[in-house]
């Protein structure tokens, strides 16, 4: 028995044997060994047990690509027997019991359309017509997502299994679980298994993919997996005689209606011949700790549970009205739940080679084994991981109360209609910024924000939005665009740029380079030039190989070989591995963002109210913009950075934590008398779009280049090498496919949100990636990517929200403050 391996891949379930299918027969590799502690294709896991749904759309772009490439993987696979298909597409129905989840659904529509996918709006009629089982009266309509699908899990297994094994390129060894790994020099040199048969393979990679499972088997050598299961209930009625007729065996009979959820009541339906499978997710939660899970991943059928979901089950279905509860099959099966919701994939940051491949579904695995493979394979990913990525977690989501309490409440929303700025529900008051007291005694409504709790708003601001000069600039909303949202918001931005505003800024974390190497490190990570005099401050970019943008921050020269690189806390677990995996042992990377607290200064007063605290020269010839200098602020010193994310001249200020509260008090008390106003984050929002900055994440991320997304004035080509140059100018010397653009539209009741698609007459051509109000230009803002032949000024578009179309101008980028006279000011 061979005993050595180019990677070995644990867990054989749909996600193990997709990353096998990939290496292999996508991408040439051989010598891909996978193991799985119970027999193979039928495993222990949920692939065996799931009724094999691919819902292929949902709100998350991410996961809607990767269930269409899903789904469509599916398509070419051969069926392990003569008694089942391995795939039926058959699209899927998402049901609407109410208004609300009818206007969610249209929205959701949109969101496809716009991402180049096919759904409609069903009527009930046109809905029975497709699934006659149904009572159109229980409904008022659907959606009907074309490449939605439903399979058999463990025959997708087994022909994955078998086309990766075709010439000999992998194995699979069924009753081989695994032990541990061995590691040499931070790097895995072999997997240690539990049958004698098989013993150590040598290998030079490891892919965890054994889902519910996994969080144990690598929590043994420090490598943290949040992920929880959660039994949820699946039954099957004894054969139906009204639906005596349909049981004829043959394979296209099997399901040969669409996949239904009935997502207001959290149940979901799909035929077996003359039977009705039911799922309910209906029930109290039931996790199950990874170190719990035993052998397989099914439980028995817990009928208490059960009683409140056949009633709605009667509502919907009414042949079943006559039927007592009793099924032919029934069981509680698990499913993994990440703390977000999201997979859970990527390389471990102090053990080179140990890949995870975890939190996926049926649905998403052979786009999370497509990404993986790619990852392993090229160093890079069509699609952006920032969701996906194993270190996105802050250190608080590891913790066991953390991923318990927050899961708990995933399951239980599983399928609630979830608002784009609704803010996680709980648990909250996680992490406090040093400013914490200070923004409830201003009353402020709080959003959480990498687990911090950072303001929204303040509703000790509530009187200016009846300000005279406010008043009419504020366009009210209603219904959806008013959820998560204040006019406090607009009165707020609006005194940021008529005096002076004032921010917590503790989302900004500091990633600090220090040592010999720091200088050619730095400047090996960015596209823009950070050498020069101590006090510079560059904004810049971090690429991809493929050119795609990595992260844009801003970094500051402090002198002595040593930078401060200034990253948002959201990505920072994702950054710090980046850099720390690139650095040398001339270099010291650290993490300093607890050190210190931050606050934005900006408006056109922000001069006049720092220099009432400070002693520092704050002209423009000895503080000229993009620079940062150490200055004292009443008792504390602190490093002012000359930069703004809002459009105005102002400070970015950082402080060390034990100084924050005198320092905010310092400069409340200063810009008492010159109209310094406190201003949350939906403030910051409006004011960024006006000024039009980028949000990395939303509006560029990895699947774009800087030349497309704006951002190339930072590219300096000829500076030397940096990662992702060649890629960047290749780029530059072609004509770009797509280009972010700003539009405007007057209909202040488009208060988008992103995602919702951009027309050119009746044809797509974008989505929206971010919008908001601008209160001080007196439009709705959005930004979308657009082909070059239409990001013309003037051009007239047209946005789609809610089923609505409204019309939309290609307007100047940006709409404020074009030639930065305001930030600029002397």
């Known amino acids: 028995m061979d005993t050595r391996a180019r990677v070995v891949i644990v867990g054989g379930g749909i996600v193990g044997a997709a990353v096998a299918y990939h290496l292999t027969v996508i991408h040439g590799w051989r010598d891909v060994v996978l193991i799985d502690k119970g027999p193979l294709p039928y495993n222990d896991g949920s692939t065996s047990h799931a009724p094999g749904g691919v819902v292929a759309v949902g709100h998350n772009k991410l996961l809607t690509d990767m269930a269409h490439y899903s789904s469509d993987l599916y398509a070419t696979l051969d069926p392990?027997?003569?008694?089942?298909?391995?795939?039926q597409r058959l699209g899927g129905i998402e049901l609407a019991r109410t208004d609300p989840r009818l206007a969610d659904l249209v929205r959701l529509h949109g969101e496809c359309s716009g991402w180049g996918y096919s759904t409609r709006i069903l009527s009930p009629a046109e809905t029975v017509e497709m699934i006659p089982f149904l009572d159109p009266s229980a409904f008022v309509g659907s959606l009907f997502a074309d490449a939605s699908a439903i399979v058999r899990g463990y025959h997708v297994v087994g022909d994955l299994l078998a086309k990766a094994a075709t010439g000999g390129a992998m194995t699979w060894y069924p009753g081989t679980p695994f032990v541990g790994i061995e590691i040499v020099d931070g790097a895995v040199s072999a997997v240690v298994t539990g049958n004698p048969e098989v013993g150590t393979i040598e290998c030079e990679s490891v892919v965890m993919a054994a889902n519910i499972w996994s969080p144990a088997l690598t929590e043994q050598f420090g490598l943290r997996i949040p992920l929880m299961a959660f039994e949820h209930q699946y039954a099957i009625t004894p054969p139906l005689p009204e639906w005596e007729h349909l049981a004829t065996g043959a394979l296209a009979d099997e399901a040969s209606y669409p996949l239904l959820r009935d997502v207001d009541t959290a149940m979901y339906y799909r035929k077996h011949w003359d039977r009705l499978g039911i799922g309910s997710y209906a029930h109290a939660p039931r996790p199950v700790r990874s170190a719990d899970v035993g052998k397989t991943a099914m439980r028995d059928f817990t009928p208490g549970d059960f009683a409140d979901p056949w009633k709605?089950?009667?509502?919907?279905?009414?042949?079943?009205?006559?039927?007592?509860?009793?099924?032919?099959?029934?069981?509680?099966?698990?499913?993994?739940?990440?703390?977000?919701?999201?997979p859970i994939i990527g390389e471990s940051a102090h053990i080179r080679g140990l890949w995870s491949a975890n939190a996926a579904w049926i649905t998403h695995a052979g786009g999370v084994a497509k990404s993986v493979a790619e990852w392993m394979v090229d160093g890079d990913t069509e699609w952006d991981m920032r969701s996906c990525h194993l270190y996105r977690f802050p250190e608080h989501a590891l913790t066991e109360a953390y991923v318990g309490a927050v899961t708990r409440k995933n399951y239980r929303e599983i399928y609630d209609i979830v608002h784009p700025k609704q803010p996680i529900t709980e648990p909250r008051n996680v992490r406090l910024t040093a400013f914490h007291a200070r923004h409830v005694e201003a009353r402020a409504v709080f959003t959480a924000f990498a687990g911090l709790e950072l303001p929204n708003w303040y509703e000790s601001n509530?009187?200016?939005?009846?300000?005279?000069?406010?008043?009419?600039?504020?366009?009210?909303?209603?219904?959806?665009?008013?959820?998560?949202?204040?006019?406090?918001?607009?009165?707020?931005?609006?005194?940021?740029?008529?005096?002076?505003?004032?921010?917590?800024?503790?989302?900004?974390?500091i990633i600090e380079v220090d040592g010999p190497g720091a200088v050619a490190l730095v400047d090996r990570l960015c596209t823009n030039r950070v050498d020069g005099p101590v006090g510079r401050v560059a904004y810049t970019c971090w690429l991809t190989e493929r050119g795609g943008v990595k992260r844009d921050l801003t970094v500051a020269n402090m002198g002595a070989d040593r930078y401060w690189m200034f990253v948002g806390e959201g990505t920072l677990p994702i950054d710090l591995a980046w850099v720390r995996g690139l650095s040398g042992a001339d270099v010291s990377v650290r993490d300093i963002s607890g050190a210190y607290s931050a606050v934005g200064l900006w408006g056109p007063g922000a001069r006049d109210i720092l220099a009432g605290v400070t002693n520092a020269d704050l002209s423009d010839a000895a503080f000229p913009y993009f620079t940062g200098r150490w200055i004292d602020v009443g008792m504390a010193r602190c490093y002012a950075m000359r930069i703004s994310y809002v459009g105005e001249l102002g400070w970015e200020i950082h402080i060390p934590v034990d100084s924050s509260l005198e320092v905010w008090d310092a400069l409340n008390d200063a810009g008492e008398g010159r109209g310094l106003v406190l201003c949350g984050l939906g403030a910051m929002d409006s004011l960024r779009l006006e000024k039009g900055y980028r949000l990395w994440g939303v509006d560029v991320h990895t699947e774009y280049d800087p030349y497309e997304a704006g951002l190339g004035w930072t590219v300096k080509l000829g500076k030397g090498d940096f990662i992702g140059?060649?890629?960047?100018?290749?780029?530059?010397?072609?004509?770009?496919?797509?280009?972010?653009?700003?539009?405007?539209?007057?209909?202040?009741?488009?208060?988008?949100?992103g995602y919702e698609p951009v027309l050119d007459g009746e044809r797509v051509v974008g989505h929206v990636t971010s919008s908001n109000f601008g209160y001080s230009v007196g439009l709705q803002i959005a930004y979308a990517y657009l082909p070059p032949s239409l990001a013309v000024q003037g051009k007239g578009l047209a946005i789609e929200y809610f089923g609505e179309r409204y019309d939309a101008t290609v307007a100047h980028d940006p709409l404020w403050d074009p030639d930065m006279s305001r930030m600029r000011s002397a």
Not at 316 to 323: A, E
Not at 731 to 742: D, E, F, I
């Open 312 to 342: 709605t089950a009667l509502e919907l279905v009414p042949v079943l009205r006559d039927k007592e509860p009793v099924f032919e099959k029934a069981y509680n099966g698990m499913f993994a739940f990440s703390v977000d919701g999201m």
């Open 725 to 753: 140059r060649d890629a960047a100018a290749a780029a530059h010397g072609r004509p770009a496919q797509k280009v972010l653009s700003c539009l405007t539209l007057t209909d202040p009741r488009a208060t988008l949100m």
């Open 462 to 509: 509530s009187a200016l939005v009846d300000v005279a000069d406010n008043r009419d600039r504020i366009p009210r909303r209603s219904g959806w665009g008013a959820a998560y949202w204040s006019p406090i918001q607009g009165a707020e931005h609006l005194a940021m740029r008529q005096a002076a505003g004032m921010m917590d800024l503790t989302g900004l974390s």
């Open 80 to 87: 392990i027997d003569d008694e089942h298909l391995v795939y």
